[in-house]
Protein backbone atom coordinates (compact mmCIF):
# COMPACT_ATOMS: atom_id res chain seq x y z
CA UNK A 1 0.00 0.00 0.00
CA UNK A 2 1.12 3.48 -1.03
CA UNK A 3 0.29 7.05 -0.09
CA UNK A 4 -1.48 8.54 -3.13
CA UNK A 5 -0.41 11.80 -4.98
CA UNK A 6 -2.19 13.22 -7.48
CA UNK A 7 -0.32 15.59 -10.36
CA UNK A 8 -2.10 18.92 -11.69
CA UNK A 9 -4.18 16.80 -13.96
CA UNK A 10 -5.85 15.12 -11.00
CA UNK A 11 -4.67 11.79 -11.97
CA UNK A 12 -2.82 9.72 -8.92
CA UNK A 13 0.91 9.22 -9.96
CA UNK A 14 0.70 6.01 -8.19
CA UNK A 15 -2.04 3.32 -7.57
CA UNK A 16 -2.32 1.26 -4.49
CA UNK A 17 -3.63 -2.47 -4.95
CA UNK A 18 -6.81 -1.95 -3.21
CA UNK A 19 -9.45 -1.41 -6.06
CA UNK A 20 -7.49 -3.92 -8.48
CA UNK A 21 -9.57 -6.88 -9.93
CA UNK A 22 -12.77 -5.32 -7.37
CA UNK A 23 -15.27 -7.58 -8.33
CA UNK A 24 -15.87 -11.14 -9.30
CA UNK A 25 -18.89 -12.37 -9.71
CA UNK A 26 -19.92 -16.03 -9.60
CA UNK A 27 -22.38 -16.86 -12.12
CA UNK A 28 -24.01 -20.76 -13.70
CA UNK A 29 -21.39 -21.12 -15.81
CA UNK A 30 -17.83 -20.25 -13.74
CA UNK A 31 -16.35 -17.38 -12.12
CA UNK A 32 -17.03 -13.87 -13.99
CA UNK A 33 -14.06 -11.42 -13.63
CA UNK A 34 -15.56 -8.04 -13.53
CA UNK A 35 -13.39 -4.80 -14.25
CA UNK A 36 -12.53 -2.15 -16.82
CA UNK A 37 -17.47 0.98 -8.61
CA UNK A 38 -24.12 17.86 -3.02
CA UNK A 39 -26.88 18.44 -1.70
CA UNK A 40 -29.51 19.81 -3.85
CA UNK A 41 -29.37 20.06 -7.96
CA UNK A 42 -26.77 19.70 -10.74
CA UNK A 43 -28.64 20.24 -13.83
CA UNK A 44 -26.21 20.69 -17.34
CA UNK A 45 -29.18 20.75 -19.52
CA UNK A 46 -28.97 20.85 -23.64
CA UNK A 47 -30.17 19.38 -26.62
CA UNK A 48 -29.78 17.99 -30.01
CA UNK A 49 -31.19 16.68 -33.09
CA UNK A 50 -29.12 13.78 -33.32
CA UNK A 51 -30.50 10.49 -34.27
CA UNK A 52 -29.94 7.45 -32.36
CA UNK A 53 -26.73 5.40 -33.51
CA UNK A 54 -25.59 4.10 -30.77
CA UNK A 55 -27.06 1.81 -28.71
CA UNK A 56 -29.73 0.45 -30.22
CA UNK A 57 -33.28 2.35 -28.93
CA UNK A 58 -34.89 4.94 -31.31
CA UNK A 59 -36.01 8.53 -30.91
CA UNK A 60 -38.74 8.13 -32.85
CA UNK A 61 -41.74 9.04 -30.88
CA UNK A 62 -40.08 9.21 -27.39
CA UNK A 63 -40.00 12.38 -24.93
CA UNK A 64 -37.53 15.04 -25.40
CA UNK A 65 -36.89 15.42 -21.93
CA UNK A 66 -35.98 13.24 -18.85
CA UNK A 67 -35.05 13.37 -15.29
CA UNK A 68 -32.04 11.50 -12.97
CA UNK A 69 -32.18 11.30 -9.75
CA UNK A 70 -28.51 9.59 -8.74
CA UNK A 71 -25.78 10.10 -6.28
CA UNK A 72 -23.71 12.87 -5.29
CA UNK A 73 -20.42 10.54 -6.51
CA UNK A 74 -22.13 9.86 -10.22
CA UNK A 75 -22.44 13.85 -10.85
CA UNK A 76 -18.57 13.69 -12.23
CA UNK A 77 -19.54 10.87 -14.87
CA UNK A 78 -22.99 11.20 -15.36
CA UNK A 79 -22.55 15.46 -16.03
CA UNK A 80 -19.63 14.21 -18.36
CA UNK A 81 -22.11 11.54 -20.44
CA UNK A 82 -24.55 14.34 -20.60
CA UNK A 83 -23.52 16.36 -23.79
CA UNK A 84 -22.96 13.29 -25.51
CA UNK A 85 -26.41 11.51 -24.73
CA UNK A 86 -28.23 14.43 -25.57
CA UNK A 87 -26.92 15.06 -29.06
CA UNK A 88 -26.74 11.26 -29.60
CA UNK A 89 -30.58 10.89 -28.48
CA UNK A 90 -32.08 14.38 -29.24
CA UNK A 91 -33.20 14.56 -25.64
CA UNK A 92 -33.01 17.24 -22.76
CA UNK A 93 -31.42 15.58 -19.42
CA UNK A 94 -32.03 17.34 -16.21
CA UNK A 95 -30.33 15.59 -13.46
CA UNK A 96 -30.53 16.16 -9.55
CA UNK A 97 -27.79 15.16 -7.81
CA UNK A 98 -27.74 14.31 -3.55
CA UNK A 99 -27.34 11.25 -1.35
CA UNK A 100 -28.47 7.96 -2.57
CA UNK A 101 -30.89 7.67 0.44
CA UNK A 102 -31.98 10.81 0.24
CA UNK A 103 -32.25 10.74 -3.91
CA UNK A 104 -34.70 6.97 -3.22
CA UNK A 105 -36.69 8.56 -0.69
CA UNK A 106 -37.64 11.29 -3.40
CA UNK A 107 -39.56 9.04 -4.93
CA UNK A 108 -40.38 6.39 -1.93
CA UNK A 109 -41.49 9.25 0.11
CA UNK A 110 -42.01 12.47 -1.83
CA UNK A 111 -43.78 11.27 -4.43
CA UNK A 112 -41.78 12.97 -7.16
CA UNK A 113 -40.94 10.99 -10.54
CA UNK A 114 -38.02 10.12 -12.02
CA UNK A 115 -36.42 8.47 -15.18
CA UNK A 116 -33.29 7.32 -14.09
CA UNK A 117 -32.64 6.46 -10.53
CA UNK A 118 -28.65 5.81 -9.52
CA UNK A 119 -27.76 4.91 -6.40
CA UNK A 120 -24.17 4.41 -5.06
CA UNK A 121 -24.96 0.97 -3.11
CA UNK A 122 -27.61 -1.20 -4.89
CA UNK A 123 -28.99 -2.91 -2.32
CA UNK A 124 -30.76 0.59 -1.54
CA UNK A 125 -33.04 -0.79 -4.70
CA UNK A 126 -33.44 -3.95 -3.88
CA UNK A 127 -35.51 -4.10 -0.78
CA UNK A 128 -33.29 -6.36 2.08
CA UNK A 129 -30.69 -3.74 2.77
CA UNK A 130 -32.16 -2.99 5.95
CA UNK A 131 -33.61 0.28 5.48
CA UNK A 132 -36.99 -0.48 5.15
CA UNK A 133 -38.52 3.18 4.55
CA UNK A 134 -35.75 3.18 1.55
CA UNK A 135 -36.00 0.74 -0.83
CA UNK A 136 -37.45 0.93 -3.91
CA UNK A 137 -38.54 -2.63 -4.87
CA UNK A 138 -40.84 -4.01 -5.61
CA UNK A 139 -43.17 -0.75 -4.76
CA UNK A 140 -41.38 1.27 -7.35
CA UNK A 141 -39.66 -0.85 -9.54
CA UNK A 142 -39.22 -4.18 -11.45
CA UNK A 143 -35.58 -4.47 -12.32
CA UNK A 144 -32.18 -2.54 -11.67
CA UNK A 145 -28.35 -3.09 -12.61
CA UNK A 146 -25.30 -3.27 -11.63
CA UNK A 147 -22.92 -0.62 -13.32
CA UNK A 148 -20.03 -0.19 -11.47
CA UNK A 149 -18.12 -0.06 -8.38
CA UNK A 150 -15.56 1.70 -6.33
CA UNK A 151 -13.66 1.82 -2.92
CA UNK A 152 -12.90 3.77 0.10
CA UNK A 153 -9.98 6.34 0.45
CA UNK A 154 -8.78 9.58 2.48
CA UNK A 155 -8.13 12.62 1.05
CA UNK A 156 -6.55 15.63 3.04
CA UNK A 157 -4.48 18.87 1.70
CA UNK A 158 -0.98 19.16 2.12
CA UNK A 159 -1.05 21.41 4.84
CA UNK A 160 -3.14 19.42 6.81
CA UNK A 161 -1.81 18.70 10.53
CA UNK A 162 0.19 15.14 10.13
CA UNK A 163 0.03 15.99 6.12
CA UNK A 164 3.85 14.91 6.47
CA UNK A 165 3.83 11.86 8.50
CA UNK A 166 0.33 9.70 7.11
CA UNK A 167 0.51 6.89 5.25
CA UNK A 168 -1.23 3.62 4.14
CA UNK A 169 0.50 2.08 7.29
CA UNK A 170 -0.24 4.55 9.87
CA UNK A 171 -3.22 6.88 8.85
CA UNK A 172 -5.06 5.95 12.07
CA UNK A 173 -1.97 6.57 14.07
CA UNK A 174 -2.26 10.41 12.19
CA UNK A 175 -6.10 10.96 12.54
CA UNK A 176 -6.51 10.10 16.02
CA UNK A 177 -4.27 13.17 17.26
CA UNK A 178 -5.40 16.09 19.11
CA UNK A 179 -7.27 18.25 17.07
CA UNK A 180 -7.99 16.76 13.79
CA UNK A 181 -10.76 16.88 12.15
CA UNK A 182 -11.95 14.05 9.83
CA UNK A 183 -15.46 14.56 7.78
CA UNK A 184 -17.76 12.16 6.11
CA UNK A 185 -21.21 12.63 5.01
CA UNK A 186 -24.45 11.93 6.52
CA UNK A 187 -24.94 8.18 7.01
CA UNK A 188 -28.80 8.71 7.34
CA UNK A 189 -28.64 10.55 4.12
CA UNK A 190 -25.66 9.04 1.56
CA UNK A 191 -24.33 5.47 1.56
CA UNK A 192 -20.30 7.22 1.02
CA UNK A 193 -21.46 8.11 4.44
CA UNK A 194 -22.02 5.06 6.46
CA UNK A 195 -19.46 3.48 4.48
CA UNK A 196 -17.15 6.05 5.89
CA UNK A 197 -18.12 4.91 9.75
CA UNK A 198 -17.37 0.90 8.25
CA UNK A 199 -14.26 1.31 6.71
CA UNK A 200 -13.51 2.99 10.84
CA UNK A 201 -14.90 0.01 12.26
CA UNK A 202 -13.32 -2.50 10.30
CA UNK A 203 -10.00 -1.27 11.06
CA UNK A 204 -10.56 -2.85 14.84
CA UNK A 205 -12.20 -5.83 13.42
CA UNK A 206 -10.07 -9.13 12.90
CA UNK A 207 -8.88 -10.40 10.13
CA UNK A 208 -6.75 -13.30 8.93
CA UNK A 209 -5.54 -12.92 12.11
CA UNK A 210 -4.82 -9.47 12.67
CA UNK A 211 -6.31 -5.68 12.87
CA UNK A 212 -4.97 -2.67 12.39
CA UNK A 213 -5.72 -0.82 15.67
CA UNK A 214 -7.78 -1.70 18.68
CA UNK A 215 -11.34 -0.50 19.90
CA UNK A 216 -9.50 2.63 22.25
CA UNK A 217 -8.05 3.87 18.63
CA UNK A 218 -11.65 3.33 16.75
CA UNK A 219 -13.42 5.39 19.99
CA UNK A 220 -10.86 8.23 19.06
CA UNK A 221 -11.40 7.65 15.02
CA UNK A 222 -15.03 8.69 16.05
CA UNK A 223 -14.53 11.49 18.12
CA UNK A 224 -12.38 13.12 15.63
CA UNK A 225 -14.97 12.59 13.08
CA UNK A 226 -17.83 15.05 12.41
CA UNK A 227 -20.49 14.94 9.69
CA UNK A 228 -20.38 18.59 8.24
CA UNK A 229 -23.34 19.84 5.76
CA UNK A 230 -23.66 18.25 2.75
CA UNK A 231 -23.03 15.22 1.09
CA UNK A 232 -19.66 14.02 -0.65
CA UNK A 233 -19.39 16.57 -3.33
CA UNK A 234 -19.48 19.02 -0.59
CA UNK A 235 -16.58 17.80 1.46
CA UNK A 236 -13.75 18.64 -0.85
CA UNK A 237 -14.30 22.58 -0.97
CA UNK A 238 -14.86 22.09 3.38
CA UNK A 239 -11.35 20.04 3.22
CA UNK A 240 -9.78 23.03 1.40
CA UNK A 241 -11.15 25.91 3.49
CA UNK A 242 -9.32 24.08 6.15
CA UNK A 243 -12.77 23.19 7.91
CA UNK A 244 -11.51 20.00 7.81
CA UNK A 245 -8.35 18.19 7.94
CA UNK A 246 -9.07 14.96 6.44
CA UNK A 247 -12.10 13.69 4.34
CA UNK A 248 -13.07 9.92 4.01
CA UNK A 249 -15.05 9.22 0.73
CA UNK A 250 -14.48 7.57 -2.27
CA UNK A 251 -11.58 6.89 -4.59
CA UNK A 252 -13.20 7.59 -7.95
CA UNK A 253 -13.56 11.26 -6.32
CA UNK A 254 -10.14 11.58 -4.63
CA UNK A 255 -8.45 10.16 -7.59
CA UNK A 256 -9.92 13.04 -10.18
CA UNK A 257 -9.02 15.79 -7.73
CA UNK A 258 -5.97 17.83 -6.97
CA UNK A 259 -5.49 16.84 -3.69
CA UNK A 260 -3.78 14.48 -1.88
CA UNK A 261 -5.05 10.94 -1.31
CA UNK A 262 -4.66 7.39 0.35
CA UNK A 263 -5.87 4.36 -0.74
CA UNK A 264 -6.80 2.12 2.29
CA UNK A 265 -6.56 -1.67 3.21
CA UNK A 266 -8.70 -3.67 1.17
CA UNK A 267 -10.30 -5.20 4.55
CA UNK A 268 -11.33 -1.76 5.23
CA UNK A 269 -11.68 -0.38 2.02
CA UNK A 270 -14.97 -2.57 1.32
CA UNK A 271 -13.61 -2.95 -2.41
CA UNK A 272 -13.17 -6.73 -2.79
CA UNK A 273 -16.29 -8.91 -3.77
CA UNK A 274 -14.77 -12.76 -2.49
CA UNK A 275 -16.74 -14.55 0.10
CA UNK A 276 -13.80 -13.71 2.89
CA UNK A 277 -13.66 -10.55 2.24
CA UNK A 278 -17.70 -10.08 2.32
CA UNK A 279 -17.69 -11.65 5.52
CA UNK A 280 -15.76 -9.43 7.07
CA UNK A 281 -17.37 -6.30 5.46
CA UNK A 282 -20.52 -7.82 7.43
CA UNK A 283 -18.75 -7.12 10.96
CA UNK A 284 -19.75 -3.55 10.18
CA UNK A 285 -22.78 -1.80 10.91
CA UNK A 286 -24.28 1.78 10.94
CA UNK A 287 -27.71 2.75 12.44
CA UNK A 288 -28.94 5.43 11.20
CA UNK A 289 -32.52 7.14 11.02
CA UNK A 290 -33.01 5.89 7.50
CA UNK A 291 -32.57 2.40 8.86
CA UNK A 292 -29.77 0.17 9.63
CA UNK A 293 -27.07 -0.95 6.96
CA UNK A 294 -24.59 -3.53 7.16
CA UNK A 295 -21.41 -3.60 5.48
CA UNK A 296 -20.57 -5.70 2.37
CA UNK A 297 -18.70 -4.99 -1.30
CA UNK A 298 -19.47 -1.34 -3.20
CA UNK A 299 -21.71 -2.08 -5.86
CA UNK A 300 -23.88 0.80 -7.54
CA UNK A 301 -27.16 0.53 -9.22
CA UNK A 302 -29.22 1.67 -12.12
CA UNK A 303 -33.03 1.50 -12.60
CA UNK A 304 -35.77 2.80 -14.40
CA UNK A 305 -38.48 3.35 -11.57
CA UNK A 306 -42.29 2.70 -11.91
CA UNK A 307 -43.56 6.01 -11.76
CA UNK A 308 -40.99 7.26 -14.29
CA UNK A 309 -43.05 9.35 -17.15
CA UNK A 310 -40.46 8.54 -19.85
CA UNK A 311 -39.62 5.55 -19.70
CA UNK A 312 -38.12 4.30 -22.55
CA UNK A 313 -35.47 7.37 -22.29
CA UNK A 314 -34.31 6.14 -18.86
CA UNK A 315 -33.36 2.56 -20.48
CA UNK A 316 -31.57 4.17 -23.17
CA UNK A 317 -29.42 5.81 -20.16
CA UNK A 318 -28.96 2.47 -18.60
CA UNK A 319 -28.36 0.86 -21.60
CA UNK A 320 -25.52 3.37 -22.57
CA UNK A 321 -23.60 2.94 -19.41
CA UNK A 322 -23.27 -0.74 -20.26
CA UNK A 323 -21.90 0.15 -23.93
CA UNK A 324 -18.12 1.47 -24.36
CA UNK A 325 -19.04 4.99 -24.53
CA UNK A 326 -20.21 5.30 -20.97
CA UNK A 327 -17.63 2.79 -19.54
CA UNK A 328 -14.79 4.64 -21.15
CA UNK A 329 -16.38 7.77 -19.59
CA UNK A 330 -16.85 6.06 -15.79
CA UNK A 331 -13.20 4.84 -16.38
CA UNK A 332 -12.14 8.61 -16.85
CA UNK A 333 -13.90 9.61 -14.15
CA UNK A 334 -12.22 6.97 -11.36
CA UNK A 335 -15.07 3.94 -11.39
CA UNK A 336 -14.67 0.68 -12.64
CA UNK A 337 -16.88 -0.26 -14.77
CA UNK A 338 -19.22 -3.39 -14.16
CA UNK A 339 -18.41 -5.52 -18.21
CA UNK A 340 -21.16 -6.78 -19.26
CA UNK A 341 -23.59 -5.14 -16.23
CA UNK A 342 -25.15 -7.20 -14.19
CA UNK A 343 -29.25 -7.75 -13.27
CA UNK A 344 -31.00 -10.23 -11.44
CA UNK A 345 -31.80 -13.64 -13.05
CA UNK A 346 -35.51 -13.47 -11.00
CA UNK A 347 -36.22 -9.62 -12.84
CA UNK A 348 -34.83 -10.50 -16.03
CA UNK A 349 -38.50 -10.76 -17.33
CA UNK A 350 -38.94 -6.77 -16.67
CA UNK A 351 -35.94 -5.93 -18.29
CA UNK A 352 -36.05 -4.07 -21.55
CA UNK A 353 -35.29 -6.09 -24.30
CA UNK A 354 -32.05 -3.50 -25.68
CA UNK A 355 -30.22 -3.86 -21.65
CA UNK A 356 -30.83 -7.51 -21.75
CA UNK A 357 -29.21 -7.98 -24.96
CA UNK A 358 -26.03 -6.01 -23.92
CA UNK A 359 -25.90 -7.36 -19.61
CA UNK A 360 -25.55 -11.29 -18.02
CA UNK A 361 -28.90 -11.81 -16.12
CA UNK A 362 -27.09 -13.71 -12.38
CA UNK A 363 -28.25 -14.87 -9.25
CA UNK A 364 -25.79 -13.49 -7.65
CA UNK A 365 -22.20 -11.06 -7.84
CA UNK A 366 -19.86 -12.25 -6.16
CA UNK A 367 -21.43 -13.28 -2.72
CA UNK A 368 -23.80 -10.26 -2.87
CA UNK A 369 -27.34 -11.94 -3.30
CA UNK A 370 -29.06 -10.29 -6.23
Not at 201 to 210: K, R, V
Request: charged share 20%.
Amino acid sequence: MRKQRTGADGSGQQRGTSRRGFLTAVGAAGTLALAGCLAGSDDDSGGGDGASTGTGTGTADLADSMSIFHAGSLAPPFSAAEPQFEEEYGVDVTREAQGSVASTQKITQQGRSADVLGVSDFRLLRGDDGSGDVDLLPEYGDWYSIFTTNSMSIQYREDSPGADDISADNWWEVLTRDDITIGHSDPAVDPGGYRAVMTQQLGAEEFQGERLYDESTLQQLRDNSTVPTGTETNLEGQLESGELDYVFYYQSISSTSGLPYIDLQPEVDLSQATNEYAEHYAKAEVETGSGTFTGAPIAYGLTVPSVAEAPERGAQWVEFFGTDPGRTILEEQGLTPVDPIVVPSDTEDAVPDTILEIANAQDSLGPLQL
